[in-house]
């Protein structure tokens, strides 16, 4: 146990500047967010943002309903920055045991007796625990500014909600972040697992925007993970997103025992 | 009793190259066994292989009976490793670097860890900087720490004393007398000859990623010819038969002899000769390095 807690710490210890980051600046989003969602329904904007936003461009933000206060409140969990950024952070935390191998330091920890599974578990465990607790500290932020910013007597996104959409959120960048674990169990270029992966994010992405416009791509829209994050209907209530949440974490479990099989194999 | 290590027809390639092919070589319990090589010969697969982390394509190595592949965690255990390269984690202090690799590897001899940071000059405030801020030197000195640091049955040292400074050379060869005199096997892959000369009581010569010599340093004192100049008072008389064969040059005044094995009938057969002066060359494990890789060379060829 001493040894895997000496693992866990020291990968936390090296991505301690990237999980403040992600933390402060998800957080501060979530501020943000709600208080530009005050200032327009103080002004009364919705409604008119509304009409000059093309419908194409509304539904790549989540639907028309984000453009009320309710709606917006909620988008800093479907922001593309927001999903991105998390979705980054989990591939780079997950993508360590390449990093070693990369930079010879695998020779000086798996020279120990060490199992090897344990590199797996350390990195698949630190992506996705600094990820839930990002995501954490979002709704925290979300939700203190809610109660400190929102005007009196407008319908709020309930907390079951919000902690709905945070979990979705959650395990769809564990998906990305066990993709990225599969990936490291065979690559030695780390910076290659972030740019192939952040390549493969922006395609499935855009699959799925695309779905949503041209019926022909909506064949292979659920091979999309957005596919499977539909943020602002769970924020208005409109979808119970079990099942997505129960897909993602299928796919990712999938991913995580493909990476123990690759590494476990693998010249180090 | 079974061999420290054992590498039977051990091969590893890495797609066409070959990294080392059909390696057989033993390491006896409590032997310092000096690994020698040219650059790329297979040194580094061969204790990459031993610490499980490239897997064999054929063969197998053990370590005192157990397979380094099937008994990995068991074998890494009785290992303490210091890498060529060193790697590091630069934002560490090297404390905390001792500290988390002592976590790893279970067990630390704390009093044995404080006498080798006494022998090895590394002070509280050298403790407390961080890594990436260290010489070469200094980072190879914290290398060696945790490599020794546990104590390990067998050690498995690449490159050792690279970049440490006279002072610390002799420290490390202290330590590792010592070590020896307290039955630690030691593997040791070194390009300098005069250490492991010095260290070692077998070597193995690896080339082209197979062994081309395995042999102790007292065979190979008794096996390599010694080169001898002999310098007469006045003119140099007739070789005599004994000392024909030996003799490779001959002045006017001198004689070059190579000579192959115990002193003891040359200088008999000098005996009564007006001899002025002789000169020895002393045993250099480094000559004997470098003819057999050039016979590869030439073999090769």
Redesign the interface.
């Known amino acids: 146990m001493?040894?895997f807690?000496?693992?866990v710490?020291?990968s936390l210890?090296?991505h301690r500047a990237l999980i403040a980051g992600l933390t402060v600046v998800l957080s501060v989003m979530q501020i943000l967010v709600v208080l530009a969602a005050r200032n327009l329904q103080q002004d009364r904007m919705f409604a008119q943002i509304a009409a000059l936003i093309p419908p194409f461009v509304q539904e790549a933000l989540g639907g028309s309903m984000v453009l009320s206060f309710g709606g917006l409140v909620a988008f800093g969990f479907f922001h593309p920055v927001v999903m991105i950024a998390l979705a980054v952070g989990a591939i780079y935390m997950a993508s360590e045991p390449a990093g070693e191998v990369e930079?010879?330091?695998?020779?000086?920890?798996?020279?120990?007796?060490?199992?090897?599974a344990w590199f797996i578990t350390r990195s698949g465990l630190v992506s996705a625990l600094t990820t839930t607790f990002v995501v954490a500290m979002m709704l925290a932020a979300n939700r203190a500014a809610t109660a400190w910013l929102a005007p009196a007597g407008l319908p709020l996104p309930g907390f079951s909600r919000m902690l709905r959409l945070a979990l979705n959120l959650l395990v769809l960048s564990w998906t990305f972040g066990a993709a990225s674990l599969a990936f490291a169990a065979h690559a030695r270029r780390r910076l290659l697992i972030v740019g192939s992966l952040g390549l493969a994010y922006v395609f499935l992405f855009l699959l799925h925007f695309t779905a949503g416009l041209w019926a022909p791509a909506r064949a292979f829209d659920r091979l999309s993970p957005f596919h499977y994050y539909a943020g602002l209907p769970i924020a208005l209530g409109m979808k119970d997103p079990r099942a997505d949440v129960l897909i993602l974490l299928g796919t990712s479990a999938v991913l995580t025992v493909c990476a123990y099989i690759m590494y476990a194999?693998r010249?180090? | 009793m079974s061999a420290a290590i054992l590498a039977e027809s051990l091969t590893k390639y890495?797609g066409a190259v070959v990294g080392v092919e059909h390696l057989n070589l033993s390491v006896a319990r409590g032997e310092v066994y000096g690994f020698l090589g040219p650059n790329g010969a297979g040194k580094t697969t061969t204790i990459?292989l031993l610490?499980d982390?490239?897997?064999p394509t054929r063969g197998r190595i053990l370590v005192n009976g157990r397979d380094c592949r099937t008994s990995?965690?068991?074998v890494?255990?009785q290992?303490g490793?210091l890498?060529s390269?060193m790697?590091l984690?630069p934002?560490m202090s090297g404390a905390a670097y001792l500290k988390?690799?002592g976590?790893?590897?279970?067990r630390v001899d704390d009093g044995w860890l404080r006498r080798l940071l006494g022998r090895f000059d590394v002070s509280d405030v050298d403790l407390e900087r961080r890594l990436g801020d260290l010489s070469h030197g200094m980072r190879r000195k914290f290398g060696i720490l945790?490599a020794l640091m546990g104590r390990a049955p067998i050690l498995v040292l690449d490159e050792p004393t690279s970049g440490l400074d006279p002072l610390m050379i002799e420290a490390f060869a202290e330590t590792v007398l010592e070590l020896k005199a307290a039955g630690t096997t030691i593997f040791l892959s070194s390009h300098v000859l005069s250490e492991v000369e010095r260290l070692c009581d077998r070597v193995g010569i690896i080339k082209r990623g197979t062994l081309a010599r395995q042999t102790s340093i007292a065979e190979l004192r008794a096996e390599m010819p010694r080169r001898v100049r002999v310098a007469f008072a006045g003119a140099a008389p007739a070789i005599p038969p004994s000392l024909r064969a030996g003799v490779k040059q001959a002045g006017t005044d001198y004689w070059k002899l190579e000579w192959q094995g115990a002193l003891g009938p040359m200088l008999d057969a000098l005996h009564g000769l007006q001899v002025a002066d002789i000169e020895i060359d002393p045993f250099r494990l480094e000559e004997y390095v470098l003819d057999v890789y050039s016979r590869e060379e030439r073999a090769a060829r």
């Open positions: 001493r040894m807690t000496a693992l710490g020291r210890a090296r930079h010879g330091l695998v020779d000086l920890i798996a020279a120990r007796p060490v199992p090897r194999r010249d180090l | 890495y990459r610490l982390l490239v897997r990995s965690r068991a890494r255990e290992i490793y890498p390269e790697p984690y934002e988390f690799l976590a790893l590897q279970q945790q």
